[in-house]
């Protein structure tokens, strides 16, 4: 069955939260499996609201992931922010992503990030705003549509530097030269 990460940082995410909430009961017609992280504020609510709808053996809420590596291996889709070290980690694994901005991060560099990789036909976005009425309808086109995942595997994939340490050493031997 095809696996969903969603992931919110070490604290979760209110908006990628709620947006799960407010349509988990589509997941009863679903084949999608999903691993939730939470963050700590929100594991009883989802753990509650999962267990309410006879959930549990689909849908895994969890406070924190330690081995994202496992979690990226298993996942066929991911709902992330859309900060630069997260932006950084999907690109390397090549994930298709639906990003969910955090809008009050600093100069709305989020929806910046996100927008870009949109644009290049690398990402989908939902605004955070928007979570509860429109994430669970394009994880679940995106689940369905093995095109559009490629696509989106694809494209993100050129944003990866898997050599950026080297490089940055590099530039700076360069200047001390």
Sequence with gaps: ???????????GALGINKGISAQLEAFK?????????????????????VKALGLEAQVKPTVFIDRMDLAYGLAD?????????????????????IFVPLPTAAEDHQTKNAQQLVD????LMVRN??????LVPALMKLKDDN?????????IGEFARPNAADDI???IIKAIS
């Design 120 to 123: 290049a036909g690398a990402a």
């Design 29 to 49: 017609d679903s084949d999608l499996q999903l691993i939730w992280q939470t963050g700590k504020t929100y594991i009883t609510q989802a753990q509650e609201e």
């Design 169 to 171: 050493v590099e530039v």
């Design 129 to 134: 705003a928007d979570t509860e009425k429109a």
């Design 1 to 11: 069955k095809p696996v969903a990460l969603l992931v919110g940082g070490s604290q």
């Design 77 to 97: 889709v991911v709902v992330s922010r859309a900060g630069a070290m997260s932006i950084s980690e999907l690109a390397l694994v090549q994930k298709p992503v």
């Design 147 to 155: 095109d559009l995942q490629a696509k989106l595997s694809e494209n």
